[in-house]
């Protein structure tokens, strides 16, 4: 009843889950689209609502893919410390260390690149490379590695990375093709920067030449502007030609950062066509970079904002709805829930009623029923031999002489007293103040010509503090030690010492100077029995034995 009522209540967080999971979806693709057509602002809106979606429905998978999105975005346009801020914010949603955790790392990599802070690039670009998990995903950040390098004018290091990422197989499938561009561009002008332009020369062209076949016009950007500062020394028509190409590429893409690199270009190499024109432009676009990077910058944080405040509200609003639908769930439910549990309750306590009525038969029934085994072992084991004797003898011997008759009745005292005994240990134990007397007459049993039981300070115990059901399980737990003594030690001295000095416990020690055992050899179904029997009331039992030293057993019960 409670697991349908739950079900119900449960229906409209169910629904909004659902919603939540189809809006992360429909929101994704329109970012998505909007991000391949270079709308940046819509696709930053998008990808932002996407990921607020799939924060309800606790899809950290889509999560952390819109933050990342969302931080190349930002460092397409130039705002490399908001993109920092998003990545972080992707870190408590990473769970593993895959794809999405390599990327997030390059990312990295790629703002402090941008930003100079080039040995904080190259310990991004290495934690990246460490969570990939194919040599596929660990090419991007390798080759970061080495534009780093290029720019620290390490050239050495650079070129032995981009060769490692040349020579591997993979590199002239067609679909590598783009990164084979990248590399030989890079490897290109690392050559070149080195001093080797020859070498240099034919890896940037093979690179550009890789790029125009497969329209990564945007790769091409850097090869132009590579080859443009490769003849600025040698042809400046020729370095002017490549600037120019890469400026027209760059102003159809957008890209303002290459536009006023191929434009320094322009300038720098003193053409007298248009050079004035290009200053101009470089003046401009220098100008106002700042402020179109400040402007996206707000914008970004805006909609960060204004999607929060949005947050803020709706979760308001839901739990204001939710408030009062649980109101009335309960308004409804409540005389239903009252009703059933009162139902509930009476037929659990009669079901419980009648489980213990019948496993309290059934112990009686078994515990009779060993008792009336042990009886009968005990009788067969003990006294019917000795009464077999007692028959032969009046039998085959004279009961008129003196000593015959006192033999006789001596055989007869001896059956007597085990009868007795057997009657003791199986008798129903006394309670209180009968416990005390019951128990010494207990362990007196066991008292002959050949064996001495000590009993010390009984009387001082307070029985009448100690529960009846431990007052039982002790009383078995020492009749089984004295069977044991009797069977296996051949004690002839044995003392049982009461303690009752601490009120929270009593303690119980055992001590016989029997042959003992090892610890290993000690009979476990005796010791088990005793064993289970005091950790039913929560108390403890432990032996201490040694061949020919003897047995100890001390006993612990808590009084509460």
């Known amino acids: 009843m409670i697991f349908l009522v739950s079900c119900h209540e449960d229906k409209s967080t169910i629904t ?122 660990k090419n991007p950040p390798l080759n970061n590695i080495a534009v780093v390098y290029i720019k620290q004018k390490k050239y050495d290091e650079a070129i032995s990375i981009l060769e490692s990422l040349r020579n591997k197989q993979n590199i002239d ?12 561009d890079n490897l290109g002008y690392a050559y ?23 329209d990564d016009f945007y790769g091409s950007i850097e090869s132009n502007l590579h080859l443009a500062e490769y003849y600025q020394k040698l042809d400046i028509k020729k370095s002017n030609e490549y ?31 248009n050079n004035e024109q290009y ?51 309960k308004i409804k439910y409540q005389r239903f829930l009252f009703l059933s549990g009162i139902v509930f309750l009476i037929v659990l306590i009669a079901l419980l009623i009648r489980y213990f009525k019948i496993k309290t038969k059934t112990e009686r029934i078994k515990a009779s029923y060993e008792t009336e085994t042990r009886i009968a072992k005990k009788i067969h084991d003990e006294l019917a031999n000795d009464v077999f004797h007692a028959i032969t003898f009046t039998q085959t011997q004279s009961l008129t002489e003196v000593n015959t008759k006192e ?7 001896d059956i007597y007293q085990r009868v007795r005994g057997i009657s003791r240990e199986n008798n129903e134990i006394l ?40 007052k039982v399980t002790l009383y078995r737990v020492l009749q089984e030690l004295m069977v044991n003594m009797k069977k296996h030690s051949l004690a002839s001295l044995i003392v049982v010492k009461f303690d009752n000095s601490d009120s929270k416990k009593l303690i119980v020690d055992y001590v016989d100077n029997g042959k003992g055992c090892n610890k290993a050899e000690i009979i476990k179904n005796g010791i088990q029995n005793m064993e289970n029997r005091i950790l039913s009331i929560n108390g403890t039992i432990i032996f201490d034995t040694e061949p020919e030293k003897g047995f100890k057993a001390k006993i612990i019960i808590p009084n509460n």
């Open 16 to 137: 909004i889950v659902d919603l939540s999971k189809k809006d992360a979806s429909i929101f994704q693709k329109k970012a998505i689209l909007q991000f391949q057509k270079n709308n940046f602002n819509n696709a930053f809106y998008y990808f932002n609502k996407s990921k607020i979606s799939a924060e309800i429905t606790q899809d950290s998978a889509d999560v952390v893919y819109n933050l990342i999105q969302m931080a190349s975005i930002q460092q397409i346009n130039g705002d490399y410390y908001g993109s920092k801020e998003t990545l972080t914010e992707a870190l408590p949603y990473v769970k593993r260390k895959d794809i999405y955790s390599a990327s997030i790392n390059n990312y990295f990599g790629i703002a402090d690149k941008e930003l100079s802070i080039y040995e904080d690039a190259i310990f991004y670009y290495k934690e990246a490379i460490k969570d990939c998990k194919d040599e596929t995903c």
């Open 243 to 273: 600037a120019k190409d890469a400026y027209e590429i760059a102003t159809q893409f957008n890209s303002i950062d290459e536009r006023l690199k191929a434009l320094a270009f322009l300038i720098s190499n003193r053409q007298q066509e």
């Open 279 to 329: 200053a101009q432009k470089f003046i401009y676009l220098n100008d106002s970079i700042i402020k179109i990077r400040n402007n996206f910058k707000n914008k970004f944080a805006k909609i960060k904002y204004d999607s929060k405040k949005e947050k803020d509200e709706n979760q308001k609003l839901r739990l204001e709805k939710a408030e009062s639908l649980l109101i009335l769930q």
């Open 192 to 214: 070149f920067k080195k001093g080797d332009s020859e070498k240099g020369f034919i890896l940037i062209n093979e690179g550009l030449e890789i790029r125009s076949q497969i």
């Open 407 to 413: 033999n006789l009745i001596q055989k007869l005292d």
């Open 173 to 184: 499938i067609p679909s590598s093709a783009k990164r084979k561009g990248r590399v030989l």
């Open 431 to 470: 309670n209180s103040l009968e416990f005390s007397k019951n128990l010494k007459d207990l362990l007196a049993t066991y008292n002959d010509h050949s064996r001495n039981i000590i009993i010390n300070n009984i009387e001082k115990v307070d029985w009448e503090l100690i529960d009846e059901t431990k």
